[in-house]
């Protein structure tokens, strides 16, 4: 089943359940599903564009929860939190901190990485293997905290 059906029967079950918060993330899922598939590139939906596209909306909610917060409008913030939560079930299981370093520490070995200065190689090659599996900021502190 493909995200787009899945989000289309999860879309059905959230309006019945008259889930608010739900159908929130849900349909923004969907929009960016739409705007994806007619950006004319032609290219059809892949498991990969998925996740990054998941991606993509979670940290842009993140990105405006963390200016919500700084303005005290903890309102918005709770919707925000919400759609996060929502979209974050479509995404493939996270890496715990403990299974990140050491999936990176053994990319560091592979690169053959020693110091700061090889943070770039690095990060190219883990963002490509963890792809979907953790966040590129937890990526990069892990990396930075190793190679230091």
């Known amino acids: 089943m493909t995200l787009e059906e899945k989000i289309t029967t999860d879309l059905k079950e959230a309006m019945k359940a008259k889930d608010k918060a739900g159908l ?34 979670i940290k842009q909610r993140k990105d405006s929860l963390e200016i919500y917060e700084k303005q005290n409008r903890e309102d918005l913030a709770v919707q925000e939190r919400e759609e996060i939560e ?24 592979q690169t053959g990485a020693s110091s700061a200065k090889d943070m770039g190689k690095v990060m190219g090659a883990a963002s490509k293997a963890l792809a979907g599996k953790a966040d590129g900021k937890a990526i990069s502190a892990v990396v930075k905290k190793l190679l230091s």
């Open 24 to 57: 929130r993330g849900i349909r923004a899922i969907k929009a960016a599903i739409l705007l994806a598939q007619t950006d004319g590139s032609g290219e059809a939906m892949n498991e990969e564009k998925e996740i990054k596209l998941l991606q993509k909306l």
């Open 86 to 109: 929502v979209i974050e079930k479509y995404l493939p299981k996270q890496l715990s901190e403990e299974e990140l370093t050491a999936a990176l520490q053994e990319i560091i070995a």
